[in-house]
């Protein structure tokens, strides 16, 4: 079966340039994460969706940060004007979100993450 | 602020031993606790979870424990096997703060035969 997907895997990028990170849900789920993680870190949360309406951005680190899901399944984040502290590996995931389920029944499925390495 | 620490960068037990992973978390409002094994080159997975009103949960070789008074978690592999060799990250989830995780920083758990 098909699991979360992102493209792509490997990114290198001069300082300065804009990036785009894709991320493919699995299909039906409605809830959908970035997380950015710094090498031997934890990963982060930056942004959640639920359906196409972004509910929390409160974890993205600048407004270089965009992120967007406009017809609720697949989303891009976007980095404008990159630095070098933004190498890392963006991982999205996603979760099948019903309002009759109990939350702790919503697991996570995470990609297999970008790896961003600006330059 | 790290909010949840993993303080063991590594650990190394012989197969079919048992394996300790520990966790600590500053947040009291933290409702729900994860555990996700992590393999090279991949995402993280799912493995075993527990909710703030419980003490313990087992799932076949894996259990966690949980000690709110100490803000403290555990996981427990019985028995270890090679398989099991990979990063694991301990995260929590806050009340009220939908489902967005805060993660530890991980710990690489090496079965060696």
């Known amino acids: 079966g098909a699991g979360v997907s992102q493209s792509p895997r490997y990114k290198v990028a001069k300082r300065g340039q804009d990036v785009a990170l894709r991320c493919d849900p699995i299909?039906?789920?409605?809830?959908l994460f970035w997380y950015q993680q710094a090498l031997g870190q934890g990963p982060e949360f930056l942004t959640y969706?639920?359906?196409?309406?972004?509910?929390?951005k409160s974890g993205l680190p600048s407004d270089r940060f965009f992120a967007e899901r406009p017809e609720g399944s697949v989303s891009t984040l976007k980095i404008q004007r990159t630095q070098q502290e933004d190498s890392a590996v963006y991982l999205c995931?996603?979760?099948?979100?019903?309002?009759?389920?109990?939350?702790?029944?919503?697991?996570?499925?995470f990609g297999p993450g970008t790896r961003l390495t600006v330059l | 602020d790290q909010q949840v620490k993993q303080n063991s960068p590594s650990l190394s037990v012989q197969e079919g031993r048992i394996s300790i992973l520990n966790c600590d978390y500053t947040n009291s409002m933290f409702d729900y606790f994860l555990w996700y094994k992590k393999y090279p080159a991949e995402g993280p997975t799912f493995l075993i979870s527990?909710?703030?009103?419980?003490d313990k949960n087992e799932d076949g070789r894996f259990t966690v424990f949980l000690n709110k008074s100490a803000k403290h978690l555990s996981l427990h592999i019985v028995p270890s096997q090679p398989g099991d060799s990979a990063v694991y990250f301990c995260?929590?989830?806050?009340?009220?703060?939908?489902?967005?995780?805060?993660f530890g920083t991980g710990t690489q758990l090496k079965v060696e035969l």
């Open positions: 969706f639920q359906n196409e309406a972004q509910l929390d």
């Open positions: 299909s039906g789920h409605v809830s």
């Open positions: 527990i909710s703030s009103i419980k």
């Open positions: 995260a929590a989830r806050l009340t009220g703060g939908g489902n967005k995780l805060t």
């Open positions: 995931a996603s979760s099948f979100y019903d309002r009759a389920l109990d939350l702790s029944d919503n697991e996570q499925f």
